[in-house]
């Protein structure tokens, strides 16, 4: 629905070790698929505005980068993830001019704490900053931002999770932030969630937002 035709957003090599507690992605990279990976904010899950895409964060599109994470031990964990992609990358163009040529990069740090390599998608507390250059030509000032989020899969059913941050700059619409939500998974792939968040603007003169949010997600088959 973008109406930009054709494009290419993972082309990448990536390289894992022991296990893929360690690994790294070289290539045309999508950050979605490295920066505040969260269980409930995957393509198959319904939670959009409060969960997935509270305004102190930013993500660039997909184009030319790298991302690396590194889970120290098998259980009790911590780890660390970082990366580097091209702010002004598109899915649809060749970003060797823009990231070579103009060097204005969107840089990603996380460090957080996980029960056990294998429950990293579902139990995970972790912190984030990133910063993204001023885009010259797109005439965007420098944005960056220190989020926060925790998850934990309870009794196999329930995933509660809360999330929050600061961002500043051209790229984020709210300097401060805050969700908390819950999702329940019924059946074999069924999906009850819902969530409640609070932002507020950098604009002067606009009142802070409050978001509630409810779904059910039905599975019609397995796949």
């Known amino acids: 629905f973008d ?47 409060p969960a997935v895409m509270y305004p102190v964060t930013h993500l660039p599109r997909a184009g030319l980068g790298g991302a690396a994470h590194a889970y120290f031990r098998e259980g009790s964990t911590p780890f660390v993830m970082a990366g580097i992609f091209d702010a002004n990358g598109q899915p649809y163009e060749w970003g060797g001019d823009t990231f070579f040529g103009d060097r204005e990069y969107y840089t990603v740090v996380s460090a957080g704490w996980t029960p056990s ?7 995970t507390i972790r912190f984030t900053y990133w910063n993204q250059d001023a885009r010259e030509e797109a005439g965007i000032p420098r ?7 925790a998850s934990w899969r309870v009794a196999q059913r329930w995933t509660p999770f809360v999330r ?13 932030a805050a969700v908390a939500g819950v999702g329940y998974f019924m059946r074999s792939h069924d999906l009850v969630g819902g969530a409640i968040g609070w932002g507020t603007p950098w604009k002067d003169g606009l009142r802070d937002q409050l978001t509630m949010e409810f779904f059910y997600r039905f599975h019609m088959s397995q796949n």
């Open 3 to 49: 109406g930009w035709g054709w494009g290419i957003t993972n082309l990448q090599w990536q390289q894992l070790f022991a296990g893929g507690r360690y690994a790294f992605a070289v290539g045309q990279v999508d950050a979605r698929d490295w920066v505040d990976v969260f269980p409930l904010s995957n393509w198959r899950t319904a939670l959009l505005s």
């Open 117 to 123: 390599f294998k429950r990293r998608f579902d139990d």
């Open 164 to 176: 929050g941050g600061y961002g500043e700059g051209g790229v984020v619409s709210a300097k401060g």
């Open 143 to 149: 944005g960056w931002g220190l989020t926060f989020d």
